[in-house]
C-alpha cells in the first residue's frame, strides 16, 4: 500500500552494511533525506550473516576500515592483524551508534520491486509487507557477496540431517561436537571453517570440486606499538590505500620472474610465504598475474609446500591446485588448513574423480561410494554482484528489468551506473574495482563520487542522470581490455559469473587497480561528467579510452 503520509526523500538505500551506512552518513551530511532499508534485524551486512567458525577478513583490519572519521579511527583499536566476525560486527555496530545512523534505516524489510517513474522522475520501491515508498535517487548497497548461490548439489532434498550455509550460519560449533560433518566446498568460507570444524567433529569429509592455493593467514594479535604508530600516520595510511591497487598499502615489485636466479626466486618465495598476505607470493614478482610461465613458478613453490605438510601423498596430490594459475581464482588465506589433513579424522574427496550422484537420509553418494553424514554444511559460494542486485527487481518502462538489460551481460559505466537506469547508482558494482580491492576503500571512493554528481546534477537544477549508451560501451571496453591482459581471463570462477549454471559470463570487475580507477573518476568530475546526461545534456557522450589518458 502507497503510504500517502510519507514523504518523497532524496535519497532509498537499499543495504545497511559498510556501504549503505556511508551512504547514510554522507546524505546526512549533505542534508539530504535518506530512507534505507535492510532485510537483516541489524546493521552489518555480510558481517551479521557470515558467522561460520572462523570467520574473519583476509585483509588486514587497519585498513579494512572506514577513513572518513579521524576521530573514529582514532578511538576504535583492532584486536587482531585479521580481526573475527564478531568484532567487524561490533565495529561498523560502533558506527551506527556513534553517527546515530540505524534512525535512517527500516530493519527486517525487504525491498521487493523498485519501478522507476518517469513522469514524476522519482523510484518507488515496494517493500515486502506492501508499503511502498518514493524517493528521487535509489542507491543499490547490497554488496556483491550477499546473495548466496542456489544449493546446485544433487539429491540434498534427500537428506534429513543437519544443513547448515556458511552464508546463513545458523548453529554454534558446539552443535558439530561428535557428529559426522560433511563441508561441500573449498573456497575462502571453507577454508577459514574447516579446520576448526575437523577439531570438535567426530569425523570430518571434506567434498573439493577445485584444489585452491591457501596461503597461511599469519594472523595474531596486533602489538600495541603497531597500533599506536598506524595511529600515528592514519590520514598518509589512507591516503596511500586510495591510491594503491588493492586499497591496502603497496610493496611495489618491477622485476619478473625470470629476471633473478632460480635460488633467489625460491627465497623471495620463501620470505612472502612467511608474510604472506595479498602482498605475499602472488606479488613477488610484477608478471605473475600476467604471464602463465611465470605464474608457474610461484604455483609450483605453492605445490611444494603442500607436499611439505600433507603426510598422505594421495591426499598431498588431490590438494594440489591444478587447474588455475596462482591468484587467477581468489586466493585463500586460513589457518593450519593444510596440517588439518593430517588428523586421523579428516578425509578427502575428489568430486573431480567421483561427482556426487544424489544424497540419502544419511549419506551423501558418489559415483564411488556413499559417505555416511550426520551434518551437511554448504560452503558454495555467492550469485556474485549480479544477484543482490537482480533481487530487487530494479525496472524502468524504458529498458524493462535489469535481469533482461543484462541478459547477455554486464554493461555498466565505471561500476556506478548503467544506461536505461536514471538515478539508480550502485556502490562498489559490477565492473567497480569492489571484486579486487579493500572494498572499503572501493565503497567510500564510491558514495563520494555518487554525491559529488547527484550535488553536481542538483546545482545545475537537473533532477535526471543517465548514463550514455556510448560511455557504458567505453567502460565495458577498459574493463574487459584490462582483465584481457590477465590471467583472470583464463579461469572459471565467481569473478566471471562461472560458477553460477546459465550466468552469462562477465567479468565482474575492473582490475586495473584502485588507484588508477580513482584517478580517472576524479578526472571525469573534473571535466563535467562525460558520457553523463544530466537532465537529458552530456558535456560529451562517451569517456574514449580515459585508462589510456590516465596513467
Ligand atoms: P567460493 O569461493 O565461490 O567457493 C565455493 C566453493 O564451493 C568452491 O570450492 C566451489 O568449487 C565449491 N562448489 C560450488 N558449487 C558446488 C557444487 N554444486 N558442488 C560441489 N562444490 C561446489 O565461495 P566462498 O568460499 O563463500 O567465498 C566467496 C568469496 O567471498 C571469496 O572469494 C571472498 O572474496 C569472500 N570471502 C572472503 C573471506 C575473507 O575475507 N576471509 C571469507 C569468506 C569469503 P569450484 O571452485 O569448483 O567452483
Redesign the pocket.
Known amino acids: 500500500m502507497t503510504d500517502t503520509t510519507a514523504p518523497v526523500v532524496d535519497i532509498l538505500c537499499v543495504g545497511a552494511g559498510f556501504s549503505g551506512l556511508y551512504a547514510a552518513y554522507k546524505a546526512a551530511e549533505q542534508g539530504w533525506t535518506f530512507a534505507g532499508y535492510e532485510t537483516a534485524p541489524d546493521v552489518g551486512g555480510t558481517w551479521l550473516w ?1 558467522t561460520y567458525p572462523g ?5 588486514e583490519s587497519v585498513y579494512y576500515s572506514y577513513s572518513f572519521s579521524e576521530e573514529l579511527q582514532q578511538e576504535w583499536t583492532w584486536s587482531e592483524r585479521f580481526a573475527p566476525q564478531a568484532e567487524i560486527l561490533s565495529y561498523i555496530n560502533h558506527v551506527a551508534d556513534r553517527f546515530d545512523l540505524r534512525r535512517h534505516f527500516r530493519f527486517d524489510t525487504t525491498v521487493v520491486a523498485a519501478n522507476w517513474l518517469p513522469d514524476e522522475h522519482l523510484w518507488e520501491l515496494t517493500l515486502d509487507s506492501g508499503d511502498t515508498r518514493r524517493g528521487r535517487y535509489l542507491l543499490a548497497g547490497s554488496g556483491g ?1 550477499s546473495t548466496p ?1 542456489d544449493f ?2 544433487p539429491g540434498l532434498e534427500n537428506f534429513t540431517g543437519l544443513t547448515v550455509s ?2 546463513r550460519w545458523t548453529i554454534s560449533l558446539d552443535d558439530l561436537a561428535g557428529k559426522r560433518v560433511a563441508v ?7 577454508v ?1 571453517c574447516i579446520p576448526l570444524i575437523a577439531e570438535v567433529a567426530e569425523h570430518l569429509t571434506v ?4 584444489p ?1 592455493y591457501v596461503f597461511p593467514a599469519r594472523n595474531a594479535p596486533l602489538p600495541a606499538e603497531t597500533v599506536a604508530e598506524t595511529k600515528s600516520r592514519y590520514p598518509a595510511v589512507r591516503e596511500e590505500c586510495r591510491h594503491s591497487p588493492g586499497g591496502i598499502p603497496d610493496r611495489p615489485v618491477t622485476d619478473r620472474a625470470f629476471d633473478v636466479s632460480d635460488e633467489e626466486r625460491q627465497e623471495r618465495y620463501e620470505r612472502a610465504y612467511e608474510r604472506s598476505g595479498f602482498l605475499g607470493v602472488g606479488a613477488e614478482f610484477a608478471d605473475l598475474l600476467f604471464d602463465l610461465k611465470a605464474n608457474r613458478t610461484a604455483s609450483d613453490f605453492m605445490r611444494q609446500k603442500i607436499r611439505q605438510i600433507v603426510h598422505d601423498p594421495r591426499a598431498a596430490s588431490l590438494l594440489e591446485p591444478q587447474f588455475h594459475a596462482l591468484g587467477a581464482k ?1 586466493s585463500c ?1 586460513g589457518t593450519d588448513y593444510y596440517e588439518t589433513f593430517n588428523r586421523p579424522n579428516v578425509s578427502l574427496v575428489s ?1 573431480r574423480e567421483e561427482r ?1 550422484t544424489t544424497m540419502t537420509s544419511g549419506s551423501i553418494v558418489t559415483e564411488s561410494g556413499s559417505y555416511e553424514v550426520d551434518v551437511i554444511v554448504l ?4 550469485d556474485a554482484f549480479t544477484g543482490p542486485l537482480f533481487a530487487l527487481n530494479v525496472t524502468t518502462p524504458r529498458a524493462g528489468r535489469l535481469q533482461n538489460a543484462w541478459s547477455d551481460g554486464v554493461r555498466t559505466y565505471l561500476g556506478t551506473m548503467t544506461a536505461g537506469f536514471p538515478n539508480f547508482f550502485m556502490i562498489g558494482g559490477p565492473q567497480s574495482p569492489a571484486l579486487a580491492s579493500n572494498v572499503v576503500v572501493t565503497i567510500e571512493q564510491a558514495v563520494d563520487w555518487i554525491t559529488d554528481l547527484i550535488s553536481h546534477a542538483k546545482a545545475e537544477g537537473s533532477e535526471v542522470i543517465e548514463p550514455t549508451t556510448e560511455a557504458q560501451k567505453d567502460w565495458v571496453g577498459i574493463t574487459e581490455a584490462t582483465v584481457n591482459q590477465t590471467l583472470y581471463a583464463t579461469t572459471d ?2 569473478y566471471r559469473g562461472s ?1 553460477v549454471t546459465g550466468k552469462p559470463t562477465t567479468f565482474l570487475g575492473y582490475v586495473g587497480g584502485v588507484g588508477k580507477y580513482r584517478r580517472m573518476c576524479t578526472e571525469i568530475a573534473k571535466r563535467g561528467y562525460p558520457g553523463v546526461l544530466i537532465g537529458g545534456q552530456a558535456v560529451a557522450p562517451g569517456i574514449g579510452r580515459i585508462d589510456e589518458e590516465i596513467a
Open positions: 557470515n570467520a574473519r577478513c583476509d585483509v557477496l548461490k546446485d548439489v556458511t552464508s561441500i566446498g573449498t573456497g575462502s568460507s571453507a577459514q567434498f573439493q570440486r577445485t585452491n581468489r588465506f568430486l556426487i560452503a558454495i559460494g555467492f570462477s565467481w560458477n
